[in-house]
Nanobody, 118 residues
Framework: QVQLVESGGGLVQAGGSLRLSCAAS????????VGWFRQAPGKERKFVAQ???????YYTDSVKDRFTISRDNGKNTVYLQMNSLAPEDTAVYYC????????????WGQGTQVTVSS
């Protein structure tokens, strides 16, 4: 089992920045693929970014060059640095983890709200 707890959400003006954190416990963190998803009001949850155990990253097109996912295996924590935020980035952001590329995103945090005002 893996437990994930997000923090760092809040209210920010358009053009601003936020850094989300996700602390993991349970299974060896360094063996997991970790990622971030978001769900805007009335919409489906969507993939934002992921980071493999070796640090390889992948982003959805809408956040490339603005968001950066990183991980600190020594602290069992994954981060999402979000820059140049826009109102359309407003959503609940979820941290997730899976065991491998062929696995489902099995573990989820409770989510943290990010609101970007125009």
């Amino acid at each position: 089992q893996v437990q994930l707890v997000e923090s760092g959400g809040g209210l920010v003006q358009a053009g601003g920045s936020l850094r989300l954190s996700c602390a993991a416990s349970g299974r060896a963190f360094s063996t997991l693929i970790v990622g971030w998803f978001r769900q805007a009001p009335g919409k489906e949850r969507k993939f934002v970014a992921q980071c493999t155990w070796s640090g390889n990253t992948y982003y959805t097109d809408s956040v490339k060059d603005r968001f950066t996912i990183s991980r600190d295996n020594g602290k069992n924590t994954v981060y999402l640095q979000m820059n140049s935020l826009a109102p359309e980035d407003t959503a609940v952001y979820y941290c997730a983890a899976r065991l491998g590329f062929a696995s489902d995103w099995e573990y989820w945090g409770q989510g943290t709200q990010v609101t970007v005002s125009s």
